[in-house]
């Protein structure tokens, strides 16, 4: 008994010592974590995020939303952190945030909404997990971790810090469970009333990327591929979800007057955005080989040349080199084998298979030997040849230290954007953009629809895009959007 009594002892002071009180929730939290670590983990984080994948590059829109987001965090329960928000140059439909007040919303998602509410909606959604440090506590949680094993399971799902790659695997980015998504919409509507928007354009949110979800699985069954979805707070709730319905009211009701929604201004401030794949932004840096028939994204700001005998992108400071060789296969030899083979080593560090837009091959760290050797090896088979990709780091910047894991995520994001070259690589579409007009007697969905090359669906995505999904016709007068 003496024994046990030391033993409960011992965690009732264990977890007193992890308990930080939670302004959000209004309880203490069982997290291994202070304020201060949160934020170095999600500054970490935010770097290596932004080192790997695009930003979307419009100043006004940039301002626009950081904006409306300050105004959302600056009405929470912890408005004395330190909020970030950014916009990812992506077209998936999606939003999500990480420690210590860094929050991210996809351009493609800003292409649905239809007024400032409702982007304030999806910002308040995700201050709500920073506020009730969903992040920190789910991992916390599962690991019983400190900081250093905290950001290696946050960043990439193992232990090894800094590959950035599986990020987008975590619950930060797909969502958390069920009570954790209803929770950061409560805190979310709450978020939203206090700084003055009206909390049921949360219910529009959930009702406009409720129609997506429909439109994705159908379009998923006709073509026989696997339906994406937007993250946690969509995925988990149903389109008439009583329980959201519930957490909304409960913020309160704003008189007509004091709502803010803001249609126009967001329509003034949306005119313009790129709709669809941003070629000339996401994949300015793309090298294509016409006669080799291969496609590559080196890092952003790096010049490639190619060489007589090989292809080599540098650093814009001469920092690191990553540079492709190509040769004949060897039969059918296993691509770990074959990597182990071209630098005569038995064992490779950090290693894994590589299978990438239907290529299989096989990347690794070489043991540390003799000097001058790549950091960052990898080998994809295509067809009869196969391609050796070494990344290099020369020499640290100043005041890098984690220089090398920095390059290594550079390298490794390179390595599995290797392809066959697609028609569209040699011939760069237009880029098309969000445009508004208004609607007049004769408009109709299907009619514009003809005129707008978006592919084979076009007028299910005009209907997306303008609330309209699956029937309807907009009424004459009325604001739409189009494609152009």
Known sequence: MHTLNKILLGILLATTAGC?????????????????????????????????????NDPILTAYVEHVGQKVAK?????????????????????????GGYVYINRGLLTYLQSEAEMAAVLAHEVGHITARHAVRQKTAATGAGVASVLSVLVTGSGVVGDVANLWSTAA???????????????????????????QAMINVIALLKDQETFARRRARVEGKKQQTYHGVFSSHPRNDVRLREV????????????VVKAEYYREKTEGIVYGTNAQESEKNRFNHKSLGFSLLFPDGWKVENQRS???????????????KVDQRDGNQPADMALRGVYDVRNLEEDEALSQYRLEGHTGKLPIGAAGQPDRVAILFYGSRQYILEGKVLEAPDGKK?????????????????????????????????????????????????????????E???????????????????WIKIVQ
């Open 20 to 56: 930080a009180f939670n302004p959000a929730t209004n309880r203490p939290d069982l997290v291994l974590m202070s304020e201060e670590k949160e934020i170095k983990i999600g500054r970490e984080m935010h770097e290596k995020l932004v080192a790997s994948t695009p930003i979307y």
């Open 75 to 99: 009405s929470s329960d912890r408005p004395d952190l330190t909020y970030h928000f950014t916009i990812i140059d992506s077209q998936d439909i999606n939003a999500f945030a990480l420690p």
């Open 173 to 199: 980015v797909k969502g958390y469970g069920r009570d954790m998504e209803l929770e950061a919409d409560r805190f979310g509507a709450q978020y939203m009333y206090n700084a003055g928007y009206d909390p």
């Open 248 to 259: 909304v009211d409960a913020a309160g009701e704003l008189p007509e007057d004091k709502k």
């Open 310 to 324: 090989a292809i080599v992108g540098t650093a814009p400071d001469h920092s690191a080199t990553l540079t492709i």
């Open 402 to 458: 984690d220089a090398k894991s920095e390059y290594d995520n550079l390298f490794l994001t390179s390595i599995r954007s290797f392809r066959p070259l697609r028609k569209a690589d040699v011939i760069k579409p237009d880029i098309r953009r969000l445009r508004y007009v208004k609607a007049n007697e004769k408009t109709t969905f299907s009619s514009l629809a003809r005129h707008m090359e978006i592919g084979d669906y076009a």
């Open 460 to 478: 299910e995505q005009l209907r997306l895009l303008n609330g309209y999904y699956p029937r309807g016709e907009p009424k004459p007068g009325e």
